[in-house]
């Protein structure tokens, strides 16, 4: 059997990992509440981790050592995992596909100890390419309605409006950064990216450049 792949923007697992380095000890358990093939679920493993990995869809799971849970992300979940001893959450490019952010974020506040820590990414929506697509197309990176995406991504955070659903939720906000390096999307991209160069300049750096938001949560 092959490794499993990332299912996601270059480098985000990478820094997603960091951020859990920094503030969850080693031999930890953590929930990979979405772990489509497995990627992150193998790398949380070679760090040292315990891990729990869930995901709708088992079609993609590469990771034999460890039985996939099916959880519906979409009900009142937190239940079926009692019992499972949860320190903190790897919530990697999940919360865009649900109906409720806020009710799925309190949920997760259910699972972790006073003190533990949630890891949420979604497509950074807020992009200069992002805002250079908006203003030639109408539309965003990743919520594009006949991409591959369309209908699958369902619901638009921008970093500022996640932080406000988290603390809502209950959680303190500790980081919000960003991460993930676009692929090559052709010509129309292209566009996008001389028009981003032409507007970079008036957003912050890390803001302006990666594909996703990576916020670092606490339970408090």
Known sequence: MTDPQPMCLPGLHEAVAQKITRHVPPDSRILDIAAGSGAFTRRLMDMG?????????????????????????????AGEFSGAGIDAIAAIEVIEHLDNPRQFLRQCRRLVPPGGFMFVTTPNVTSAVSRAMFLRSGRTVFFDADGPHAGDHITFLPWWLLRGHARAAGWEVIETAFAGQYASLGFKARLSRLLAVMLGRYYQPDEKKFGCTVMTLRRV
């Open 49 to 77: 981790m315990s891990v729990v990995a869930n995901d709708a869809d088992g079609s993609w799971w590469q990771v034999p050592q460890i039985d996939l849970m099916h959880v519906d992300l979409n009900t009142a979940f």
